[in-house]
């Protein structure tokens, strides 16, 4: 994958992960508030203040989380995000993380 691809990739993930969440707001299983600045998403949960980062790295072609829980990184496999480590997928684990950290499902 070119860098612009893996650059288009990245956006529209985080457009997607940012949708989901801002979906969870509104339908009140969430209470969170979302800001996204160039390659990086925050995710903050309003109840304990924590928060949750999504980013894209290109050099290194993934996204990269970092949560409560631990950092992960993430790498395209033609069809969808995975772990580098485990193999899981990236929005199962951000729907665990929002479950953990925000007590909510997303």
């Known amino acids: 994958m070119t860098e612009t691809e893996f650059l288009s990739l990245a956006d529209v993930t985080l457009r997607q992960i940012e949708d989901a969440?801002?979906?969870?707001?509104?339908?009140d299983t969430l209470d969170i508030e979302c800001s996204r600045s160039g390659n990086v998403l925050e995710i903050e949960f309003i109840d304990n203040g924590s928060k949750l980062i999504v980013n894209s790295q290109a050099p290194m072609q993934e996204m990269w989380v970092?949560?409560?829980?631990?950092?992960?990184?993430?790498?395209?496999?033609?069809?969808?995000?995975?772990?580098?480590?485990?193999?899981?997928?990236?929005?199962?684990t951000l729907a665990g993380i929002a479950q953990d950290q925000g007590g909510g499902a997303l």
């Open 21 to 27: 969440f801002d979906r969870a707001y509104q339908n």
């Open 66 to 92: 970092a949560a409560r829980s631990g950092g992960f990184h993430y790498k395209y496999d033609g069809q969808k995000w995975l772990n580098t480590r485990d193999g899981s997928e990236l929005f199962a």
